[in-house]
């Protein structure tokens, strides 16, 4: 099941999902999904795949919502993956 994710709805329909604290770096992050993809987030958050549901966010913002570590942070304790 998907971590519960705290979002807020923007102006232009996106979402701004504050994905917590990273447990690399220790700041706050958040994602912003775009609006056409809020109905894929809501199927994630369901129990869908979110490889399925978001297919237009990319792997490292993918990550950080099931995760909560940055991208970059990331890369630099997994460089060869």
């Known amino acids: 099941m998907p971590r519960q994710l705290t979002s807020a709805a923007q102006d232009d329909g996106s ?31 369901s129990g869908g795949s979110i490889q399925e549901e978001l297919p237009e966010l990319s792997d490292n913002a993918r ?6 570590i940055h991208g970059a942070c990331y890369d630099k304790e997994y460089p060869d993956e």
């Open 63 to 68: 990550e950080q919502l099931m995760s909560g």
């Open 15 to 45: 979402l701004l999902v504050d994905t917590g604290v990273c447990p690399f770096c220790e700041k706050t992050g958040s994602v912003l999904v775009p609006a056409l993809a809020r109905d894929g987030f809501t199927a994630w958050q």
